[in-house]
């Protein structure tokens, strides 16, 4: 059998694995995407946590060579970040509205 070691973070076949987490989270996804979607929206949050996590060492790296941001930029770039989240809900509310360009995690509702 493959082993999971050998793939890029996007490649390889599909294995299953457990995963545990509380009952009511599980429900709130499921409610989100129904059963089938389930995968593909864990899938999705962990590609966002990687995303997070090699944002955070970039940071923390770039502080460590030149130090620590002034007042002035971490203003901004929360300004920035804010922005851009605002965008992103904006974005997320008209695909829904509109039903285009739906991720495939969010394909079907469960009744």
């Given at each position: ?85 605002t965008m992103a809900a904006n974005e997320r509310a008209a695909e829904e509205r509109e039903g285009d360009g739906d991720p495939e995690w969010r394909g079907h509702k469960a009744s």
């Open positions: 059998m493959d082993s999971p070691e050998q793939y890029g973070k996007d490649e390889g076949p599909a294995q299953k694995v457990s995963v545990s987490m509380p009952a009511g989270r599980i429900a709130a996804v499921k409610a989100r995407v129904g059963a089938r979607g389930f995968s593909a929206y864990v899938s999705a949050a962990v590609e966002r946590q990687i995303q997070r996590d090699l944002l955070e060492e970039l940071l923390q790296a770039k502080e460590a060579e030149i130090g620590p941001p002034s007042p002035g930029i971490q203003e901004w770039a929360e300004e920035i970040f804010r922005e851009a989240e």
